[in-house]
């Protein structure tokens, strides 16, 4: 597995021809697919639920990273599990029990990721800190893709980096929203290990093979990357 990560989120894909453009994910070295399950209550909007899930698994060999954007997430977990979610995330803003929520999908047999909203303080993590496979940093307010990247995550990166690395966990610090091979290079300095981007794969204006490419590049080589224009 790569250092870094690299997932494509769908909910920017065309959903007219989701296989190709899954398969062209898969092709061009995508590590991960993210899949943004939105309820229309915990975010504004409604998108996909264990249905497309169990549809990727069957189409796709690719790790499925199951964003939870919705409200008591623990009466769904069983049925994204069943469907092939291979990373269940939740937020803390919709988990009073987070540490039974966390066990659970580990029982699952999934890895357990937690997130929380760019206004949430980042010590709503701390209890848990040590029991998350993954952290994952919102970097806009969750509900749509091709939003604009709010400065102040790349703070909060550095503060979860300094958190994880002080009790010695290898959780993956994953950061959503907005990201692209501006905004890249300066999460991956502040300790980000892995990299969700919708827009920025799905409708880049070379195709997605080459917006893969692109964010590769400023993976490998962040320094050199700083001079280019933004995507
Ligand atoms: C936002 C979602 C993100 C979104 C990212 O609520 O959680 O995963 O799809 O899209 P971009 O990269 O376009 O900001
Ligand atoms: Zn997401």
């Given at each position: 597995?790569?250092?870094?990560?690299?997932?494509?989120?769908?909910?920017?894909?065309?959903?007219?021809?989701?296989?190709?453009?899954?398969?062209?994910?898969?092709?061009?070295?995508?590590?991960?697919?993210?899949?943004?399950?939105?309820?229309?209550?915990?975010?504004?909007?409604?998108?996909?639920?264990?249905?497309?899930?169990?549809?990727?698994?069957?189409?796709?060999?690719?790790?499925?990273?199951?964003?939870?954007?919705?409200?008591?997430?623990?009466?769904?977990?069983?049925?994204?599990?069943?469907?092939?979610?291979?990373h269940l995330t939740v937020h803390?803003?919709?988990?009073?029990?987070?540490?039974?929520?966390?066990?659970?999908?580990?029982?699952?047999?999934?890895?357990?990721?937690?997130?929380?909203?760019?206004?949430?303080?980042?010590?709503?993590?701390?209890?848990?800190?040590?029991?998350?496979?993954?952290?994952?940093?919102?970097?806009?307010?969750?509900?749509?893709?091709?939003?604009?990247?709010?400065?102040?995550?790349?703070?909060?990166?550095?503060?979860?980096?300094?958190?994880?690395?002080?009790?010695?966990?290898?959780?993956?610090?994953?950061?959503?929203?907005?990201?692209?091979?501006?905004?890249?290079?300066?999460?991956?300095?502040?300790?980000?290990?892995?990299?969700?981007?919708?827009?920025?794969?799905?409708?880049?204006?070379?195709?997605?093979?080459?917006?893969?490419?692109?964010?590769?590049?400023?993976?490998?080589?962040?320094?050199?990357?700083?001079?280019?224009?933004?995507?």
């Amino acid at each position: 597995m790569n250092s870094h990560i690299l997932a494509p989120s769908i909910l920017a894909a065309d959903f007219t021809r989701l296989g190709e453009e899954i398969a062209a994910c898969e092709s061009a070295g995508a590590d991960w697919l993210h899949v943004d399950v939105m309820d229309g209550h915990f975010v504004p909007n409604i998108s996909m639920g264990p249905f497309i899930v169990e549809a990727c698994k069957r189409i796709t060999k690719l790790p499925l990273d199951v964003h939870l954007m919705i409200e008591k997430p623990e009466q769904h977990l069983e049925a994204f599990a069943k469907a092939g979610a291979n990373h269940l995330t939740v937020h803390v803003e919709t988990c009073p029990h987070l540490h039974r929520t966390l066990q659970y999908i580990k029982s699952l047999g999934c890895k357990a990721g937690v997130t929380l909203n760019p206004g949430t303080p980042v010590g709503a993590l701390e209890p848990v800190l040590h029991l998350a496979d993954l952290v994952l940093v919102m970097s806009v307010n969750p509900g749509f893709s091709g939003q604009t990247f709010i400065p102040e995550s790349i703070a909060r990166v550095k503060d979860i980096r300094k958190k994880l690395d002080a009790l010695g966990a290898s959780a993956w610090l994953e950061v959503d929203g907005g990201v692209n091979a501006e905004t890249l290079p300066k999460l991956r300095e502040a300790g980000a290990t892995a990299f969700v981007a919708g827009n920025a794969v799905f409708k880049y204006p070379q195709g997605i093979e080459a917006g893969i490419k692109a964010l590769r590049n400023v993976i490998a080589r962040p320094e050199g990357a700083k001079q280019s224009p933004p995507v």
